[in-house]
Nanobody, 128 residues
Framework: QVQLVESGGGSVQAGGSLRLSCAASGDTSSRNWMAWFRQAPGKEREGAAAISGGRTITYYADSAKGRFTISQDNAKNSVYLQMNSLTPEDTAVYYC?????????????????????WGQGTQVTVSS
């Protein structure tokens, strides 16, 4: 079982940047993808970005492309989400997730139901 702990959330003005971190511990061999999801008040959870181990494939939601960058440090068992040019629409609780996926299509990878381990979430608030 993998344990995930997020950090780095906070409040920022529109146009600003934040970097989220997710530290993984436990049986890290039980995952081949890690991802960041977010859930805004009154909205469904959506996948923002995902990264594979090994060949390092990345996927981004359309809303994140060009502004968010997901990366990983395997030595530290950590995944990061650099978020730039933030807008109030990015306000949400951001969750780190880990899973062992057998389908590597973008739709499947950014589908939250396919991950078995989740962090507690970190709040990101962007003010206009």
């Amino acid at each position: 079982q993998v344990q995930l702990v997020e950090s780095g959330g906070g409040s920022v003005q529109a146009g600003g940047s934040l970097r989220l971190s997710c530290a993984a511990s436990g049986d890290t061999s039980s995952r081949n993808w890690m991802a960041w999801f977010r859930q805004a008040p009154g909205k469904e959870r959506e996948g923002a970005a995902a990264i594979s181990g090994g060949r390092t494939i990345t996927y981004y939601a359309d809303s994140a492309k060009g502004r968010f960058t997901i990366s990983q440090d395997n030595a530290k068992n950590s995944v990061y989400l650099q978020m730039n040019s933030l807008t109030p629409e990015d306000t949400a609780v951001y969750y780190c997730a880990a899973g062992f996926l057998d389908n590597w299509s973008q739709t499947f990878v950014l589908g939250g139901e396919n991950y078995h381990c989740w962090g507690q979430g970190t709040q990101v608030t962007v003010s206009s």
